[in-house]
């Protein structure tokens, strides 16, 4: 873990961030599903009303992962928890560290916020994320089933007549 910085992501980063979406996104076999830009990156990541937050890991100066996270709220808790939506590390960097050092940067800003849960999804047959999870004790959600609804079905909810 020699010469790893972890900093919060600032507009500088949404060419990097891009180049790490896509990325991400070729990984999961979904490069077709990227339809975000530099624009809404800094629209939607580094303005004052921002709802997500996005944090570089650096190596020896250079860029080489991120995180991009938000709040989430727990009724049951009464407390915020902490979402990890993105975690990418560029694959020659892979078992330097990095991972783990975001994932511990992550934790320290939801220990900081009085966070109740840190959660995130993994798919199903990306082993090596899974093991590292594992390695780290997180503990699979097993009763819970994940939806979506996709932005024209979000539309077409809302705009239903009783």
Not at 46 to 52: I, L
Not at 60 to 88: C, M, Q, R
Not at 107 to 125: P, Q, Y
Not at 141 to 150: A, D, F, I, P
Request: proline share 1%.
């Amino acid at each position: 873990m020699r010469d790893l910085n972890i900093r919060a992501a600032t507009a500088a980063d949404a060419t990097t961030i891009l180049q790490f979406i896509t990325e991400l996104a070729i990984f999961e076999k979904a490069e077709h599903e990227v339809l975000t830009s530099i624009e809404m990156i800094n629209d939607t990541l580094f303005t004052a009303d921002a709802k997500a937050h996005a944090l570089i890991c650096e190596q020896g100066g250079s860029a080489i992962g991120f995180a991009v996270y938000f709040y989430n709220y727990s009724t049951w808790l009464g407390k915020y928890g902490l979402y990890l939506e993105d975690l990418y590390i560029t694959p020659d960097a892979r078992r330097s560290g990095a991972g783990k050092a975001l994932f511990r940067a992550l934790a320290k800003i939801a220990a900081d916020n009085d966070c109740g849960r840190f959660e995130w999804s993994v798919l199903d047959w990306n082993t090596p994320a899974i093991k590292f999870y594992q390695a780290l004790e997180a503990q699979e959600k097993t009763e819970w089933v994940g939806y979506r609804l996709t932005e024209q079905q979000i539309k077409i909810l809302a705009n239903q007549s009783e």
